[in-house]
């Protein structure tokens, strides 16, 4: 077995071990063990970006110089293309009735590897959130993006690492009792009836019992998947419990599910903007949404980091220059045309009316 560094690969060599994309978009085995090598296989493997090949041999007295250590973002991409192909093979029955141990394994490594990958690089959840929006929307796609949300609300509320990995968990599984759920009534395109909406609201409890009976998960994941649809006014189901009775784990998945539902493609809508997203999330506090959960959420997944161009509602555009509590309320540096004034959004009386409504792909130099 020898390891060649893509630039040394050759025509004839033959493959010991598959070589997988390394792309979470388009994640799939390339080529199978025993190929032999082509010029076009090896064009292909330096088109997708893959380092090195593993082929048959005997190691020299000279080795092939190792390949270089993957980058943050590559170990990242690899992470999340193994977790969708995982995901999907966990949701992908008509009928789920037990949770295997394979899936329990498959779905804590999971959860293992979006922790290490957020507390890794600080652009992780932007940049992986913006790429798995553009897939299809699948229920284990949503659930895995529910947990790359989960994870940085958690650690902005100061939660604990064994409460951090608990939410993550609960959201990977939080709709898996869907799968239990007549499949055309989960991807109707328009309303609900009354009676399919019934059905839907079962999904919790399926999800939870399905969990409970394969004797693996906590008392906190259990009340992740059970309690993520309930509201804090106790207008929710599956029980209508409300406020600080909602544990706190179902509080976070709730605030994550709905922004990643409303920011997702729809047969029946286009997908909502993350402001307006999360104007509605800060509209929705109290009623909806436990008020400190939102909050930690709008921090976690600020829509308007500092040095954002963005557009204004009188017309005008501007530069993001700080933030403040209210992140959709940022202090922002006029520029272009009467350049140079600073509002700030959410103490300016003069502009109480005032909103950004979306970045500004312009080129204007700030003064």
Wanted: with cysteine; glycine share 8%; aromatic share 6%.
């Amino acid at each position: 077995m020898i390891i060649v560094p893509v630039d040394n690969i050759t025509e004839g060599m033959t493959l010991e071990k598959d070589v997988a994309s390394t792309s979470a978009r388009d994640y799939r085995i390339l080529l199978t063990a025993g190929t032999v090598i082509t010029a076009d296989m090896i064009a292909m493997l330096k088109k997708k970006g893959i380092k090195s090949i593993v082929i048959t041999g005997e190691e020299e007295k000279n080795p092939a110089v190792p390949p270089p250590p993957d980058t943050k973002e590559e170990i990242a991409k690899r992470h999340i293309g193994l977790a969708l192909s995982e995901l999907d093979d966990i949701f992908d029955s008509k009928e789920i009735k037990e949770i295997s141990q394979e899936a329990v394994r498959k779905v804590d490594r999971i959860a293992d590897d979006i922790l290490s990958d957020i507390s890794n690089d600080s652009s992780y959840l932007g940049t992986q959130m913006i790429a798995l929006q553009n897939y299809d929307d699948y229920t284990y796609k949503h659930c895995l993006r529910v947990s790359m949300l989960s994870a940085s609300v958690c650690e902005e509320l100061g939660l604990n690492a064994a409460d951090t990995k608990d939410a993550v968990v609960a959201a990977l599984l939080h709709d898996i009792g869907k799968s239990n759920i007549d499949h055309e009534i989960i991807i109707k395109p328009g309303k609900l009836t009354e009676a399919e909406f019934s059905e839907i609201k079962r999904h919790p409890l399926i999800g939870y019992n399905l969990l409970k009976k394969s004797g693996q998960y906590s008392a906190n994941v259990l009340a992740g998947v059970l309690f993520h649809q309930e509201k804090y006014d106790g207008s929710g189901y599956p029980t209508g419990i409300s406020g600080e009775e909602i544990p706190l784990i179902g509080r976070i998945l709730s605030v994550c599910d709905v922004f990643d539902a409303l920011t997702s493609n729809r047969p029946y809508r286009k997908p909502w903007s993350v402001a307006e997203t999360e104007e509605y999330i800060l509209g929705s506090c109290g009623t909806h949404f436990d008020f400190d959960v939102a909050e930690a959420f709008l921090q976690a997944f600020n829509p308007y980091p500092i040095g954002t161009m963005v557009s204004l509602s009188d017309g005008r555009h501007g530069v993001v220059i700080s933030r403040n509590k209210n992140v959709l309320r940022p202090v922002v540096k006029i520029i272009g045309h009467n350049s140079g004034e600073t509002i700030d959004l959410s103490n300016d009386f003069r502009y109480l009316s005032l909103m950004v409504t979306g970045i500004y792909g312009g080129d204007y130099t700030v003064s």
